[in-house]
């Protein structure tokens, strides 16, 4: 199983779609520090409404994340690409720590160097309240 960095632009049909396997199987780890080695020292990163640079910024951001948004689960789906972005969909679920859970569903804007790090990640996302019976994933 290649790591998100294994996979460097320009990308084709098949490696943007393992760019983006890769990046759901790393998220899916939940390890702040395997994910952050995907991104560059510089990377910029727009969060829903939250900007933030840096590799250590990204890293402190998924620790805070995971602390929160309990048995986070995700699903990424390529939805566009060019020879060094990559566009996504996504839905991620994850309960709170009063047994609430949700789904989040959002749209990711990847731009990455020639090393296949990201250097530029814009994400939009909203959570909808569901049932532990609705789960999908």
């Known amino acids: 199983m290649p790591s998100p960095t294994d996979i460097k632009p320009p990308f084709t049909p098949e490696s943007a779609r393992a760019k983006v396997q890769a990046a759901q199987d790393a998220w899916n780890s939940r390890d702040p520090n395997r994910v952050a080695l995907a991104y560059s020292e510089s990377s910029e990163w727009r969060n829903r409404d939250r900007f933030f ?28 690409y060019t020879d060094n972005r990559i566009s996504v969909r996504f839905e991620y679920e994850w309960r709170n720590h009063k047994g609430q859970w949700f789904r989040t569903h959002g749209n990711e804007h990847w731009e990455f160097d020639p090393d296949g790090l990201m250097r530029r990640r814009d994400m939009s996302a909203n959570d909808v309240e569901i049932n532990e019976s609705d789960r999908r994933y």
């Open 53 to 80: 640079t840096g590799r250590d910024a990204i890293r402190d951001f998924l620790k805070d994340k995971w602390s929160h948004e309990l048995d986070y689960k995700l699903m990424k789906e390529l939805w566009s």
